[in-house]
């Protein structure tokens, strides 16, 4: 797949095949979080990967916005420390693991809101840690449309030298 073409039709998925994703499919996506630039490539991250069905269950249930989770065949936790570059490294990170595993067939969707303590505890992350958010992966239990956004056109959202200079069509 064409990166832009993944760019252009990723999208949300939320329900899941009962499908396993394989041993290589798992190493490719982390392998696009792990080779993500960084900021003076300190490399901010550590990612944790869930595939019990009883922890990816119990991720679901405590997850307020991903109850999806319990039916993914993975979920990855992104772990960064507190902060602008944390964050902005782990985002960055998470969104070249969602390509790779759309190229692959595999559907994700960013779920937040998940540095509760009983997260941290069943993850046992560090103290000194916060988790950026869980990623469910998982093959789409239904046919996902072929890229339709709802997106604003560029003329609203791209400027020229100048914000409010419109940018040439």
Known sequence: MDVFDGIKTLLAVR?????PVSDDVVRRILDAGRL?????????WNF????????LQRLGQLATY????????????IVVPEGPLGYIDGTRAVQDMMLVAWEAGIGS????????????????IPQD??????????YPAKA??????????????????????????
Do not use: C, D
């Open 36 to 44: 993500t630039g960084s900021a003076m490539n300190r490399q901010h």
């Open 129 to 138: 840690q916060t988790i950026l958010t869980i990623i469910p992966f998982g």
């Open 144 to 169: 996902v449309g072929a890229g339709i956004k709802n997106r604003k056109p560029l003329s609203e959202v791209a400027h020229a030298e100048k914000f409010g200079q419109p940018f040439p069509s």
């Open 109 to 124: 969707n960013w779920v937040g809101n998940v540095n509760s303590a009983p997260i941290r505890e069943l993850l046992n």
């Open 48 to 55: 944790v990967v869930v595939r019990q069905p009883e922890n």
């Open 15 to 19: 329900e899941y095949a009962q499908k």
């Open 66 to 77: 991903g109850p999806y989770i319990a039916q993914a065949a993975l979920a990855i936790a």
